[in-house]
């Protein structure tokens, strides 16, 4: 004989809007045997919820011979947590009162959940601030409602409230300024459902938000004036090789953002900041100046202005030549009065040179040979082009018994060009000095020693004795009239060759050795490149030897210097400088490549051309003809 039993616990349905399932418990006992217990007995099950604390209930039952019965069939509410999970297990016990005795059964059953609170979606991912994202919400039973808000940064608000399964928001323009260094950040969408008034729970969903390509920093103005101080008042043009340009550049970031760095372009030369005075400009025309501004999200916004510069030339003495004349106006060696040729030009500067307070003039004097003090015969307005004869038959009255020098001098605002030519005197063939220690050939005697104004044909072999006794001595000296030294013609060093050294204006010196198998020789001359305080010179050579010049450097840059920006790294000295800007192109670190220019005035740039985590290490070379330009030089020619 036995008893045995079956205990079934089955989730029917859910409620959504109250949060429960209904579940069955069903309890069936078998008896097999020929024991008869058909009266009526007591059995007891117990519930437990979510793993709380069992609950007891009674049945009454009878268990005839060999038979199945039914002792519970019932369906209990059983309530979900919050989240909307739930649990529940049974536990059956009967005491049979024949030989089976006691039996028990359990089952645990975990139920399906119920949602919840609603999780919100969005129809993109990420949007752009100032434009609208719908945001979809999949609820979980028709009867729940749900209020939105956002937290973006320091901004937050309420999207809207009583909401159903979705709402198109539009984005505030103004969250842009929460991101102020950055192009997109996480907005946090919390949902809260609820059914009616009670708050079934909370979810939060991110969102993307981006700031629009648009927003970019605004350059308000870009205010270029004269640069040059002496300059500002006179001209209302900008004067090639005169003018420098004062930038002024405004802008602001927008949306937040701030203006990071301000880069402006004139003449391939870049320059940084808002406020800055440029380099002399070198050409004439239309000029571009070239600006551009990064905010802190890395943003951009460039302008392009253009500023017309006037060319200009310095006063230019192209010709000039004097001869003696008489009265009449005819050319005579001996004559009294004088005439002279010139051919000279200035520039117009858009008509303001020459004009109120920038005078355009020329003025020619005359001087005696032995006297320092110019008296001005004739002086006026400059012309653009003058090249003509002018005969001074009246005055001046100049002696046949003396030389004279006669000054022609063109000048405008910037500068004056001077011209000095000699006339001899009267032509004499043979003249003897007073002083019983002076002869002329061609020309009145005016000084010991002996002077020749004529054209000299030596048909015999010219010895030139030094009055030195040393190997080395100075054999012949070129002298301008007023005695200045321009050179000397030397025996090189033990007699075998030729030095030549050739004095500057300024009193500096060049010195060529011509050796005696023909090779030409210049002294080498080394200098230092001085470099920036974030810049520090690992190897560095600056030589020349005559006008070549040759630069080396191997430089570490502080910090990183961007692919394709200018970064000034020191200065070449003066007499090394270039008349005209060089580039070359070098190595930047170990595999890249950078380009290295050395300006006019002295100014090292570098330049690197690829990307690299630490643009710091560059290595350039240039050799170069410190004395090149463009062009042709114009040079003053003297008529005999």
Same mark, same amino acid.
């Given at each position: 004989?036995?008893?045995?039993?079956?205990?079934?616990?089955?989730?029917?349905?859910?409620?959504?809007?109250?949060?429960?399932?209904?579940?069955?418990?069903?309890?069936?006992?078998?008896?097999?045997?020929?024991?008869?217990?058909?009266?009526?007995?007591?059995?007891?099950?117990?519930?437990?919820?979510?793993?709380?604390?069992?609950?007891?209930?009674?049945?009454?039952?009878?268990?005839?011979?060999?038979?199945?019965?039914?002792?519970?069939?019932?369906?209990?509410?059983?309530?979900?947590?919050?989240?909307?999970?739930?649990?529940?297990?049974?536990?059956?016990?009967?005491?049979?009162?024949?030989?089976?005795?006691?039996?028990?059964?359990?089952?645990?059953?975990?139920?399906?959940?119920?949602?919840?609170?609603?999780?919100?979606?969005?129809?993109?991912?990420?949007?752009?601030?100032?434009?609208?994202?719908?945001?979809?919400?999949?609820?979980?039973?028709?009867?729940?409602?749900?209020?939105?808000?956002?937290?973006?940064?320091?901004?937050?608000?309420?999207?809207?409230?009583?909401?159903?399964?979705?709402?198109?928001?539009?984005?505030?323009?103004?969250?842009?300024?929460?991101?102020?260094?950055?192009?997109?950040?996480?907005?946090?969408?919390?949902?809260?459902?609820?059914?009616?008034?009670?708050?079934?729970?909370?979810?939060?969903?991110?969102?993307?938000?981006?700031?629009?390509?648009?927003?970019?920093?605004?350059?308000?103005?870009?205010?270029?004036?004269?640069?040059?101080?002496?300059?500002?008042?006179?001209?209302?043009?900008?004067?090639?090789?005169?003018?420098?340009?004062?930038?002024?550049?405004?802008?602001?970031?927008?949306?937040?953002?701030?203006?990071?760095?301000?880069?402006?372009?004139?003449?391939?030369?870049?320059?940084?900041?808002?406020?800055?005075?440029?380099?002399?400009?070198?050409?004439?025309?239309?000029?571009?100046?070239?600006?551009?501004?990064?905010?802190?999200?890395?943003?951009?916004?460039?302008?392009?202005?253009?500023?017309?510069?006037?060319?200009?030339?310095?006063?230019?003495?192209?010709?000039?030549?004097?001869?003696?004349?008489?009265?009449?106006?005819?050319?005579?060696?001996?004559?009294?009065?004088?005439?002279?040729?010139?051919?000279?030009?200035?520039?117009?500067?858009?008509?303001?040179?020459?004009?109120?307070?920038?005078?355009?003039?020329?003025?020619?004097?005359?001087?005696?040979?032995?006297?320092?003090?110019?008296?001005?015969?004739?002086?006026?307005?400059?012309?653009?082009?003058?090249?003509?004869?002018?005969?001074?038959?009246?005055?001046?009255?100049?002696?046949?018994?003396?030389?004279? !020098?006669?000054?022609?001098?063109?000048?405008?605002?910037?500068?004056?060009?001077?011209?000095?030519?000699?006339?001899?005197?009267?032509?004499?063939?043979?003249?003897?000095?007073?002083?019983?220690?002076?002869?002329?050939?061609?020309?009145?005697?005016?000084?010991?020693?002996?002077?020749?104004?004529?054209?000299?044909?030596?048909?015999?072999?010219?010895?030139?004795?030094?009055?030195?006794?040393?190997?080395?001595?100075?054999?012949?000296?070129?002298?301008?009239?007023?005695?200045?030294?321009?050179?000397?013609?030397?025996?090189?060093?033990?007699?075998?060759?030729?030095?030549?050294?050739?004095?500057?204006?300024?009193?500096?010196?060049?010195?060529?050795?011509?050796?005696?198998?023909?090779?030409?020789?210049?002294?080498?001359?080394?200098?230092?490149?001085?470099?920036?305080?974030?810049?520090?010179?690992?190897?560095?050579?600056?030589?020349?030897?005559?006008?070549?010049?040759?630069?080396?450097?191997?430089?570490?840059?502080?910090?990183?210097?961007?692919?394709?920006?200018?970064?000034? !790294?020191?200065?070449?000295?003066?007499?090394?400088?270039?008349?005209?800007?060089?580039?070359?192109?070098?190595?930047?670190?170990?595999?890249?490549?950078?380009?290295?220019?050395?300006?006019?005035?002295?100014?090292?740039?570098?330049?690197?051309?690829?990307?690299?985590?630490?643009?710091?290490?560059?290595?350039?070379?240039?050799?170069?003809?410190?004395?090149?330009?463009?062009?042709?030089?114009?040079?003053?020619?003297?008529?005999?």
């Amino acid at each position: 004989m036995g008893v045995s039993q079956n205990l079934t616990v089955t989730q029917k349905s859910r409620d959504f809007a109250g949060n429960f399932s209904k579940v069955r418990i069903r309890w069936t006992s078998t008896q097999s045997g020929s024991s008869w217990n058909g009266y009526n007995r007591t059995a007891y099950y117990y519930v437990s919820v979510n793993g709380g604390a069992e609950k007891k209930y009674s049945v009454k039952y009878t268990l005839p011979q060999n038979t199945t019965k039914t002792i519970l069939d019932t369906t209990i509410v059983v309530p979900h947590r919050a989240d909307g999970t739930a649990s529940v297990k049974v536990r059956t016990w009967m005491d049979t009162d024949i030989s089976a005795g006691i039996i028990q059964k359990s089952q645990a059953v975990t139920l399906t959940s119920i949602p919840r609170a609603t999780v919100p979606t969005f129809s993109a991912a990420s949007t752009e601030i100032g434009s609208n994202v719908t945001i979809n919400l999949n609820r979980a039973a028709d009867s729940f409602t749900h209020t939105l808000t956002y937290a973006f940064g320091k901004a937050s608000g309420t999207i809207g409230a009583d909401i159903g399964t979705s709402v198109v928001w539009s984005i505030p323009s103004d969250l842009a300024a929460q991101i102020p260094n950055a192009v997109s950040g996480t907005c946090a969408i919390t949902c809260k459902t609820y059914n009616g008034s009670t708050l079934i729970g909370t979810q939060t969903a991110n969102l993307t938000l981006k700031v629009p390509s648009s927003v970019v920093p605004v350059i308000n103005s870009v205010s270029i004036i004269e640069g040059t101080e002496q300059l500002k008042n006179h001209f209302t043009v900008f004067v090639q090789n005169n003018s420098t340009l004062a930038v002024s550049v405004s802008a602001v970031g927008v949306a937040g953002s701030s203006i990071a760095k301000v880069e402006t372009k004139i003449q391939d030369v870049i320059y940084n900041g808002t406020s800055f005075v440029s380099a002399l400009i070198t050409a004439a025309g239309e000029i571009t100046v070239n600006t551009t501004v990064t905010d802190s999200r890395g943003r951009t916004a460039k302008s392009s202005s253009t500023v017309s510069v006037a060319e200009y030339d310095f006063p230019t003495i192209y010709s000039m030549s004097v001869k003696r004349i008489d009265t009449a106006g005819n050319e005579t060696e001996d004559g009294e009065r004088i005439s002279v040729r010139i051919h000279y030009s200035t520039s117009n500067i858009d008509n303001q040179n020459g004009e109120h307070e920038n005078p355009r003039t020329y003025k020619l004097q005359y001087r005696r040979s032995d006297e320092t003090e110019f008296t001005t015969f004739e002086s006026g307005e400059a012309s653009l082009i003058h090249s003509q004869s002018h005969a001074y038959k009246s005055a001046p009255v100049i002696s046949g018994d003396n030389s004279y !020098v006669i000054r022609l001098e063109v000048a405008d605002f910037f500068k004056t060009t001077v011209c000095d030519i000699e006339l001899p005197t009267a032509f004499t063939l043979m003249d003897f000095n007073s002083s019983g220690q002076g002869v002329a050939f061609g020309k009145v005697s005016e000084k010991s020693g002996m002077e020749v104004n004529m054209n000299t044909d030596f048909i015999k072999e010219v010895n030139v004795y030094s009055d030195s006794n040393i190997e080395n001595g100075n054999y012949i000296n070129f002298r301008k009239k007023d005695g200045t030294l321009t050179a000397k013609v030397n025996s090189s060093e033990n007699g075998e060759g030729l030095s030549i050294i050739i004095y500057g204006s300024d009193g500096a010196t060049e010195e060529l050795t011509v050796l005696k198998d023909g090779g030409i020789t210049l002294p080498i001359e080394e200098t230092f490149f001085t470099a920036e305080t974030d810049v520090t010179i690992n190897r560095s050579t600056v030589s020349r030897q005559g006008n070549i010049v040759l630069f080396y450097a191997y430089v570490t840059a502080s910090n990183a210097i961007g692919s394709g920006n200018a970064k000034h !790294v020191g200065t070449v000295p003066e007499g090394y400088r270039p008349n005209l800007s060089v580039a070359t192109i070098g190595i930047q670190g170990n595999t890249g490549v950078c380009s290295a220019w050395v300006q006019n005035t002295g100014d090292v740039w570098i330049r690197p051309h690829s990307a690299a985590s630490a643009n710091t290490t560059f290595e350039f070379m240039l050799v170069y003809n410190k004395a090149a330009t463009w062009g042709i030089q114009q040079e003053v020619i003297t008529d005999d």
